[in-house]
């Protein structure tokens, strides 16, 4: 917040007394410019409030206010926002919207380990043979299975692959729910220094490849248009369009038919889960690096590729359990009996078409002595945000629901707090007994 925003919120504060709430409503759509020469540039974007603050009286009384904060005479000039911008400087604009929309890649996905297999070969192919053509045969790529079969892995690998061998080539990619929330603060924003719908627009078609993740997220009608008119014109310009989905094109909901009609018209590639082979096969490779902590036998390898096929997080989380107790306990082979042991939680996990979140929720409400509202709220003592972890972590891993769902069964939370928590879950079950154990009695619970 610049020192304007400040000056700004501190005289709406002073001063809102003075009106009814509905009225008050209209004034907070304003913002404060600039204060240069004793006049004081204030933006507003609707006809209302520049008729409530062009009142006699009222503006008035904000000069009165706003001088006194200030500590110097002003003048109040009304300003229609787009002309406001007009005075800002078009590269500090720029730089403000190209930092929204900016794009980070995670190192660990890339094509190099990501490992094939029958059921994922076509969807690879497709990923690694749009990053070294230059016209696009195929577009948009929709990929779409069931959550933790590599999806996002592949996505990532794109940016990655492009950002070293193709530095040239312009890369966007975003969880939906996160592209979502770019374009509602860009359509609610009353400030003229935040990003327009039309600023954060022009960024995202100025790129050579899009990629979304998690496409059925995208369920709001506003972010929709928008995302049609980015979609179009990407499609014009040649740019590669690659998506992600938990469901065929045709089984989304709450997603426009026009959408759907254009994501059919591209290539939709299903991805399944890993085949016993590329089971092993992904462990495998997980394993490159721990050779000398610990050896794990041929055994276990295929009961974890048994046990685990339906979703590959779970199949590696499974080893980096056996791998952390194994050097716990010092153990220099894991065999059958030992994984049996330490995933014995994992196993006897509640069957997943019995359970649902909410049930889930309540048991580990009532584990910890808490209410619904306490757990959905925002204080961060230790206990709560603890069974918050616990909620996240065991519909996740027990039942598949996405990070958007468990977001809404704990008060609205948004996708990245969601997969935060349950990657902090993930340490607190190597690290915190108390956690473990809780963990545990909770899943007997269950």
């Known amino acids: 917040m610049n020192q304007y925003e400040t000056l700004w919120k501190e005289t709406l504060e002073a001063i809102k007394n003075n009106f009814n709430p509905d009225t008050f ?6 913002s404060l410019f600039r204060i240069e020469d004793g006049m004081a540039y204030v933006s507003y974007r609707s006809v209302i409030t520049k008729n409530i603050m062009s009142d006699a009286n009222t503006k008035d009384l904000f000069e009165q206010y706003l001088s006194e904060i200030w500590g110097e005479p002003v003048h109040i000039q009304l300003m229609h926002y787009r002309e406001v911008e007009k005075m800002m400087p078009e590269e500090i604009v720029q730089r403000r919207t190209k930092e929204l929309v900016q794009t980070k890649f995670n190192a660990d996905y890339t094509f190099e380990n ?14 690694f043979h749009c990053c ?17 079969l590599g999806k996002t892995h592949l996505l990532h690998a794109i940016g990655n692959y492009l950002q070293k061998e193709r530095p040239e080539k312009k890369v966007f990619y975003a969880y939906s729910g996160d592209l979502v929330s770019i374009l509602i603060d860009a359509m609610k924003t009353h400030n003229v220094q935040s990003n327009t719908v039309e600023m954060v627009q022009a960024q995202l078609i100025d790129n050579d490849y899009f990629l979304i ?27 590669q369009i690659v998506i992600t989905s938990d469901m065929h094109p045709n089984e989304l909901e709450g997603i426009q038919n026009r959408l759907i009609s254009r994501f059919n018209n591209g290539l939709p590639i299903n991805i399944l889960k890993p085949e016993f082979d590329t089971s092993r096969a992904i ?21 974890l590729a048994h046990k685990f096929s339906d979703d590959v997080r779970k199949l590696e989380g499974s080893l980096r359990t056996l791998v952390f107790n194994a050097t716990l306990e ?43 509202n306490e757990v959905e709220g925002k204080s961060r003592q230790k206990k709560l945000v603890n069974a918050r972890h616990m909620i996240v972590y065991l519909c996740h891993e027990t039942l598949g629901t996405s990070w958007t769902q468990i977001g809404q069964e704990l008060g609205n939370r948004d996708h990245s707090t969601i997969k935060s928590s349950y990657d902090r879950a993930i340490k607190l079950l190597k690290t915190d007994t108390a956690f473990q154990i809780a963990m545990n009695k909770i899943k007997d619970s269950l």
Do not use: M
């Open 114 to 127: 990501f490992v094939q297999g029958k059921s994922n070969q076509g969807a690879y192919a497709a990923c």
């Open 213 to 239: 993740d998690d496409i059925q997220n995208l369920t709001q009608s506003s972010s929709q248009e928008i995302f049609f008119k980015v979609y179009n014109s990407l499609i014009a310009k040649g740019a």
């Open 330 to 372: 010092n153990v220099d082979v894991i065999d059958l009996p030992f994984a049996q042991r330490v995933l014995s939680g994992q196993l006897i996990v509640a069957k997943p078409n019995k359970l649902t979140p909410k049930q889930i929720k309540k048991v580990v409400t009532k584990f910890y002595g808490l209410s619904y």
């Open 283 to 303: 462990l495998r490779k997980k394993l490159e690096g721990y050779e000398e902590a610990c050896q794990i036998n041929d055994e276990t390898i295929d009961f």
């Open 132 to 148: 070294i053509e230059n016209t696009h045969t195929f577009n948009p790529i929709l990929i779409y299975g069931n959550s933790g």
């Open 25 to 30: 409503s209209w004034i907070c759509k304003t």
